[in-house]
């Protein structure tokens, strides 16, 4: 079954309107806007290819944002959110667009290192801080920052807690390190528990970790009780679950 984010994102945000009528508003023939709410081509059977051009007319049209749909995509994460949507951040950010359209855009790809990262399904507590664990391959990551990535690695998403911007099944890119700044998605283990993906909120007495998705309750820990948790690595990145 194909893992289509994008195509289903698409389809909620076409609402009430046919699919000839969002399509010609949205300046694309007909059957491509079919072809990307299904993830494949009914012709040929073979999954479809989205263009930057073809989903910032499908964001135009619908109203809606173009980082959600390019997120969605998976051409970045949500570091273009922060920089309120400047097309120059992403061809300057994103490895995925850089990759795929660099001669395109005439970005000279010897600015970025492509490193194979291993792919683990869980992180626990263990021996020097954390242990990996679940061991699903490797895959690789082009980077915009030189010299990083040598001790980085891949953990697979499960839940729905940071839901829109990270999706279940989704990898995240961590960096190991034991503290990050106030604000920034890490891996955390509490209490001994599996590692998860929370936000990272510093106040004065302790942390606060919290869920992009408004139906998780925040997690506070103050005082003596924060020493039962332990940051284990800034998530850095994101490749959808479509590897």
């Given at each position: ?132 664990n679940e061991f699903l391959g490797t895959e690789q990551w ?62 004065a007495n302790g942390m606060i970790f919290c869920s992009d ?31």
């Amino acid at each position: 079954m194909i893992n289509n984010l994008l195509g289903e994102y698409v389809r909620k945000k076409r609402g009430d309107k046919s699919l000839r009528e969002f399509a010609k508003i949205c300046k694309l023939s007909h059957t491509h806007l079919d072809s990307i709410e299904k993830g494949y081509d009914p012709r040929t059977g073979k999954p479809v290819s989205h263009t930057i051009e073809a989903l910032k007319k499908i964001a135009t049209g619908s109203g809606e944002s173009f980082g959600d749909f390019l997120i969605a995509a998976g051409f970045i994460d949500n570091g273009f959110i922060q920089h309120n949507g400047d097309i120059n951040y992403v061809l300057q950010n994103s490895p995925k667009i850089v990759a795929e359209n660099a001669t395109n855009y005439g970005i000279p790809m010897d600015n970025y290192n492509t490193y194979t990262l291993p792919i683990y399904g869980k992180v626990t507590a263990g021996p020097g801080g954390f242990a990996l664990n679940e061991f699903l391959g490797t895959e690789q990551w082009i980077t915009t920052k030189n010299g990083d990535g040598e001790n980085y690695f891949m953990l697979r998403i499960k839940g729905d807690s940071m839901y829109p911007r990270f999706f279940p099944g989704d990898f995240v890119i961590v960096k190991p390190q034991n503290d990050v700044d106030s604000g920034d998605p890490a891996i955390v283990i509490i209490d001994g528990e599996e590692g998860t993906l929370m936000r990272v909120k510093k106040v004065a007495n302790g942390m606060i970790f919290c869920s992009d998705n408004s139906l998780y309750p925040d997690r506070e820990f103050f005082d003596e009780k924060a020493a039962s948790v332990k940051i284990i690595g800034k998530v850095v990145d994101l490749k959808p679950g479509r590897l």
